[in-house]
């Protein structure tokens, strides 16, 4: 694994985490054929974030490019594996904090600033 990791590949491997967590936890074991194409969905829309690497929390996304079966999918992954991230990948955990605070405390991904500047004019 590489040791530093830009934005997008940390939260690939973050989401990845949460959904290993969920499958085993819920699940009863490995991967499953569900919990793949959860994952291979989450990893592809990551590719196509046109954020890159500043995108906001998913959460917060104006966008939210999940489809809606997708999108309650993930977030009942999160809801479960989120607080028992702490203490499996507590620095992913502690990083996937701190993306969701920048956030709360206005920073705010490029291209969102750019739209608001747009209109403006
Ligand atoms: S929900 Fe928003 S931030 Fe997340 S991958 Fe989609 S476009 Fe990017
Ligand atoms: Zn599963």
Same mark, same amino acid.
């Given at each position: 694994m590489k040791f530093f990791l830009d934005r997008i590949e940390r939260e690939k491997l973050t989401v990845e985490k949460m959904i290993h967590i969920f499958c085993e936890l819920k699940? %009863? /074991? $490995?991967?499953c054929s569900n919990c793949t194409e959860m994952l291979d969905y989450a990893n592809e829309r990551l590719d196509r *974030? #046109? !954020? $890159? %690497? /500043? $995108? #906001?929390?998913c959460i917060d *996304? #104006?966008?939210? *490019? !999940?489809n809606k079966i997708m999108r309650e999918k993930i977030r009942e992954i999160m809801r479960f594996s989120g607080p028992k991230m702490l203490f499996r990948h507590p620095y992913l955990a502690l990083m996937h904090l701190v993306d969701e605070k920048k956030k709360k405390n206005g920073a705010e991904a490029p291209f969102i600033k750019s739209k608001k500047k747009e209109s403006k004019k």
């Open positions: 699940h %009863n /074991g $490995k991967l *974030c #046109p !954020y $890159k %690497n /500043g $995108k #906001p929390a *996304c #104006p966008i939210h *490019c !999940y």
